[in-house]
């Protein structure tokens, strides 16, 4: 069981002071093929040394890998600067930084913890945003996660991603007796913890609801039939949505978080079904003498993504919700599955076998613009970061000591991290931002 975190934040504090002479604003075009790391100075947040030191490190790290900012090594630094006066903006251009962030760091004498911090524009002279939280100690990781936000916010224009967690697949054991079980973790894979812990049952596809931290997963124990189950994450309890036998992929969310899409099995055959979470209710979307399956919505709820062999070979289609105007988006060489629209509903995220090697990639919703994200011998499992700029998937590398680990490519295919944990990991699903 999970407790709701309560941080109050005090956004207009400290916005809007110390501003200075109008110059060209500091800004990051994220619609660009290419975008240029913004160099970023990023000190230690002054004030309580223990939690300044990793607040300032968690926000270097979630810029950084976002490759949008290159945190600036703080040997360079010419000066700490105050957090209550103007920064020496020349020291700054002197290392070549665009902006700098400066903050503080206090334990209360309630035990509360408050954190602060500053935006600077450098070659604008002027603070750009700034901001004051006061929560529990324990929250310090989440405050530096909602920080990290609030910057790329302020500087792309577009809501950041770094206040979310992931639920996964946790494998462990030997690669022929594993041990599959749920677990979650904050997105830079810090904070895990598992959700499920039997031994005798198999989880799969866990999926998060767009609107609530509530997944749906598979699961099935040793001889039994397969369950979709919905799992409230805050509360800890779960409940059986259904028995569906041959049930391969878990169930996905619509985007009021009120209906689910799946694909159920029937003979030889899959088709696409939709039910009503509040009454129960299953509408069958598809009639295909095929294999229908893996169903996405598109974030305004009007589509819906799919994948299906209908043409000799898996291939990426797309319907209205209700079923009609069924058509195929995908026409390049080799296999396409796991589609999954983005929340933005620019792109499909897809992956792609081909060759003998399997691919990430992207495509728009009518099928044009279909662009290769990275490759090798088995990536799959894409979900999507809520701002729709970042991809996680798991990749497997040959080797009978090898597992899947968790990866992130952004959108230009560029910038690519592992995600490290402390077991094999597969299947991610991204949560929303926290409320």
């Known amino acids: 069981m999970m407790k709701t975190l309560l941080i109050l934040v005090f956004a207009v504090v400290l916005a809007g002071t110390f501003s200075g002479p109008a110059h060209a604003q500091l800004e990051i075009d ?96 002027r603070q750009l945003t700034g901001q004051q ?43 022929t007796e594993r041990v599959r079980r749920l677990a979650i973790m904050d997105q830079d894979g810090h904070n895990l913890r598992h959700l499920t812990n039997a031994t005798n049952e198999i989880v799969r596809n866990p999926r998060f609801s767009p609107t609530r931290q509530e997944i749906t997963y598979v699961s099935q124990e040793l001889g039994d039939t397969a369950r979709v189950y919905l799992f409230n994450i805050e ?63 598109s974030p305004d709820g009007n589509r819906i993504v799919f994948e299906s062999d209908r043409g000799g070979r898996q291939q990426i289609y797309v319907m209205n919700a209700d079923g009609s105007n069924q058509e195929r988006i995908s026409f390049g060489q080799g296999s396409y599955g796991t589609p999954v629209w983005s929340p933005r509903g620019d792109l499909i995220a897809f992956t792609k076998l081909s060759g003998g090697r399997f691919s990430i990639g992207v495509m728009r919703p009518d099928g044009s613009g279909e662009r290769i994200l990275t490759e090798g011998f088995h990536n799959e499992g894409p979900t999507w970061a809520p701002n729709g700029r970042v991809i996680m998937f798991f990749r497997e590398v040959p080797g009978a000591e090898g597992g899947p680990q968790l990866w992130t490519v952004d959108l230009t295919g560029r910038h690519e991290h592992p995600v490290r944990t402390n077991s094999f990991a597969s299947d991610p699903a991204w949560s929303p931002l926290l409320n």
């Open 30 to 125: 994220v619609t660009q093929a290419h975008v240029e790391p913004v160099p970023i100075a990023i000190t230690s947040f002054g004030g309580d040394t223990e939690y300044g030191d990793r607040i300032a490190e968690v926000v270097a790290d979630n810029l950084r890998r976002s490759g949008l900012f290159r945190p600036i090594d703080r040997a360079a630094f010419i000066e700490q600067p105050g957090f209550d006066s103007t920064p020496n903006y020349a020291n700054w251009r002197m290392i070549n930084a665009d902006g700098l962030v400066v903050g503080r760091a206090s334990r209360q004498p309630d035990g509360q913890l408050l954190a602060e911090f500053r935006l600077w524009d450098i070659y604008g002279q």
């Open 133 to 175: 939280f006061q929560t529990s100690a324990e929250n310090w990781r989440r405050v530096a996660h909602i920080i990290s936000d609030a910057i790329y916010e302020r500087l792309t224009g577009e809501s950041g991603y770094f206040d979310t967690r992931v639920v996964f697949v946790s494998e462990s054991g030997p690669k």
């Open 235 to 297: 509360t800890g309890q779960r409940e059986v949505v259904g028995e569906f036998p041959n049930m391969s992929f878990a169930p996905r969310f619509s985007p009021d978080g009120q209906r689910i899409v799946m694909s159920l099995q029937q003979g030889g055959n899959a088709n696409i079904y939709m039910m009503d979470l509040r009454t129960r209710q299953t509408t069958r979307l598809t009639h295909s003498p095929s294999i229908d399956t893996s169903p996405s919505f």
